[in-house]
């Protein structure tokens, strides 16, 4: 084994080692996520399948197949499991459940795993997190598919980087692929993602996020998949290949490093690890029980309506919902037969109810081969930010569908940063102040507006 090292490798998995292997994380090792359209893009190793088997802890950052792999679980069984604080707490009751030994890790806290590997989590709200691992003086930021923070986070974040001799980003950058991409508008149109040309280079990306941050190397992570089914390999036109990462990359000071390496916390030296490429498969999607031509029974579309319906936030912007499955059309009325906006999922039958029933909709749209039909006008995000947060984040993981189950639901992450949550709700009410009692061009209108930019402006220098 290695006396202080780190390694990355396979989809999102990060080994750390103190002497011997310590921790995990996101072990992907076996199966197909996303109902079989996934399929590694290299192969992991013998040494480092070895390494994951002995490690001691195991961090899952959040229930995406490819991060918490179903399949690979029984792989982690002897394993102490660390969890963030996600509200609802669905994983760790799944997994509690199973007999698995989780524990969940609250939020800025520093963890000791040995002797000179720490860790400390930070939860978001949208159901993803990040892990900050402290190895010996060298720090690594793992943010997997968590977003970036806002400018308090990053304020946080920097200040933790600074007590480090180096520190690593690992974090999903791509042309997009790793979400719902199968979008075609009312006239049957596919609607392409921009292509690289016209998009902002991946790498000016990741010069901006380290920059911003005061990180040294930057690692591609989190995006190492191809797509295997037949129905769903079209889009690997989109995925991301490793010499992507380096498109419009500048830094006089920063770095980027290989995908797959083994990093010598001790000397600081970095060795590639050069796993096989695996080559891309072709597999009919009835080898995954998905056959086009079924269709829903009765029961099925009594399940699929009462699960959109029950998320009262689509009231607030869409008009319908059509399942159409086996060429037949199921449709879902949310505004009294108004028909302006809405969404068409085409989808076979198996993969929907699974997801129906074991609240994963955010599987199907990852996914690929389900066909989502835009009608009526929709923003350039197109599913952000009213569907698939309300759906598949905030209902299927944290319970939340009334705006009484919403108001907790972003209260319990807004309290764990009291102090910022403070100063956004003081400036929030010197706004509203202004806007709602006091007359324009008045001094004390003037006076008030500028407390209200002071206290918005506080908050990213707390």
């Known amino acids: 084994m290695y006396d202080l090292a780190f390694e990355t490798i396979g989809n999102a998995t990060l080994i750390c080692y103190d002497k011997v292997p310590v921790l995990i994380t996101d072990p992907w090792i076996n199966g197909s996520p996303y109902f079989g359209s996934w399929q590694h893009s290299h192969e992991i190793p013998k040494n480092q399948l070895e390494a994951i088997n002995l490690s001691k802890y195991c961090w899952f950052s959040h229930g995406h197949p490819d991060h918490l792999n179903f399949e690979s679980l029984h792989l982690i069984k002897n394993k102490q499991i660390l969890l963030p604080n996600h509200y609802g707490k669905r994983i760790f009751n799944d997994l509690t459940h199973q007999k698995f030994n989780v524990k969940i890790l609250k939020d800025r806290k520093w963890y000791r795993l040995s002797k000179r590997i720490k860790v400390l989590c930070i939860s978001h709200f949208n159901q993803d997190a990040l892990l900050i691992v402290r190895i010996g003086d060298k720090l690594i930021l793992n943010f997997n598919d968590c977003p970036m923070f806002d400018a308090f986070g990053k304020k946080y974040i920097s200040k933790i980087i600074k007590k480090c001799s180096a520190s690593f980003l690992l974090k999903l950058t791509g042309n997009g692929d790793a979400d719902m991409i199968n979008y075609y508008d009312q006239e049957n149109n596919f609607i392409p993602i921009a292509p690289i040309s016209q998009k902002r280079p991946i790498g000016s990306r990741i010069s901006k996020m380290i920059d911003e941050l005061g990180i040294d190397y930057f690692i591609p992570f989190s995006s190492m998949h191809r797509y295997q089914r037949s129905d769903s390999k079209w889009a690997n036109q989109y995925a991301t290949g490793l010499q992507d990462y380096q498109i419009g990359f500048k830094s006089e000071n920063n770095e980027i490093l290989p995908a797959f390496i083994r990093y010598d916390c001790i000397n600081d030296k970095i060795k590639e690890i050069n796993p096989r490429k695996q080559s891309l498969n072709n597999i009919p999607p009835e080898r995954f029980n998905d056959y086009w031509s ?8 009594i399940k699929v309506k009462n699960y959109f319906t029950k998320v009262k936030h689509l009231y607030k912007f869409l008009d319908f919902i059509n399942i159409r499955v086996g060429g037949k059309d199921y449709m879902i009325s949310l505004k009294n037969n108004y028909f302006k906006r809405g969404l068409q999922f085409e989808v076979p039958r198996f993969s929907l109810m699974q997801a129906i ?21 929709w923003p350039e995000s197109k599913l952000y930010p009213d569907f698939t947060p309300y759906v598949s984040k905030f209902s299927d993981n944290g319970y939340a569908n009334t705006e009484r189950e919403l108001k ?9 940063w009291p102090l910022l949550y403070l100063t956004r709700s003081l400036a929030v009410m010197s ?21 209200y930019y002071f206290i918005k402006e506080a908050k990213t220098k707390i």
């Open 408 to 416: 907790k639901y972003y209260n319990a992450y807004n309290l764990r």
């Open 357 to 377: 029933d074991n609240r994963t909709f955010d599987d199907l749209l990852i996914g690929n081969f389900m066909k989502t039909t835009l009608y009526g006008k």
């Open 294 to 301: 079924d269709e829903l029974n009765q029961n099925d579309y």
């Open 431 to 451: 706004k509203n102040s202004i806007r709602n009692y006091i007359p324009k061009n008045s001094k004390l209108y003037n006076f008030s507006r500028n407390t």
